[in-house]
């Protein structure tokens, strides 16, 4: 248990239907982050948010919109997602974000499947 | 651009010691963490360096030497439940987290 919790931890879903992926840190941290990881390949940074305010979007399509509506809460809704969306999307947490050298703790994942 | 670079997979014995290598071409350093991932879960912080050197953590060690773009990660008395993916992670001038692709590391009794 890292203090990070996720759901659901598993998702299968058509192209056209509309699903939100939830994550919670019971830290006391201030940063949030959505992660994907796709087999082989490097964890490929989506979102940040630091004191609820989003500093880093990567270039992410429109069809994964965040929404951070506290410090501890941290939501990736998800619309007319792509098969080659279909990946693990982590969320991780962190005291700050930005400065030093603060450690990241990690969620277990949800796996998504899209048909 | 930026790259980690490190071996896609390895393979010890038990009882054995072995050492994952991670280059790193950033801009700018910040630091360097391992985690450790087990299939399925969430990858685990097991080390930061940010100065060169060897930091020891009990059966794991993590060197780091900033002039070569060089860490590795020691782990020693290998046990069956070693058996993971190990990520090496670079903090970029940006204060960004910059992802190697991972060592699946397999342990065979």
């Known amino acids: 248990e890292t203090g990070v919790t996720q759901t659901p931890r598993h998702l299968v879903m058509g192209m056209t239907n509309k699903k939100s992926l939830k994550c919670e840190q019971h830290?006391?941290?201030?940063?949030m982050y959505w992660y994907k990881q796709s087999a082989k390949k490097p964890l490929e940074l989506m979102f940040v948010?630091?004191?609820?305010?989003?500093?880093e979007n990567n270039s992410v399509p429109s069809r994964f919109s965040p929404e951070c509506p506290n410090s501890s809460h941290l939501f990736l809704h998800l619309h007319t997602l792509q098969p080659e969306d279909s990946a693990l999307y982590l969320c991780a947490s962190s005291q700050g974000a930005g400065s030093g050298g603060e450690t990241q703790y990690f969620g277990p994942g949800t796996r998504l499947l899209v048909l | 651009g930026q790259n980690i670079d490190q071996p896609t997979e390895m393979t010890a014995t038990e009882g054995a010691i072995v050492q994952i290598n991670c280059t790193y071409q950033t801009s700018g350093f910040n630091g360097l963490f391992w985690y450790q991932q087990h299939a399925g879960e969430a990858p685990t912080f097991l080390s930061y360096?940010?100065l060169d050197g060897l930091e020891e953590k009990g059966r794991f060690s993590s060197f780091l030497s900033r002039s070569k773009g060089y860490s590795y990660l020691l782990l020693k008395e290998l046990q069956m439940k070693d058996s993971a993916s190990y990520l090496c992670?670079?903090?970029?001038?940006?204060?960004?987290?910059?992802w190697g692709a991972g060592t699946k590391l397999i342990i065979k009794p």
């Open positions: 360096n940010v």
């Open positions: 992670a670079v903090r970029d001038s940006n204060y960004q987290l910059i």
């Open positions: 948010y630091n004191f609820k305010e989003q500093t």
């Open positions: 830290l006391g941290h201030n940063a």
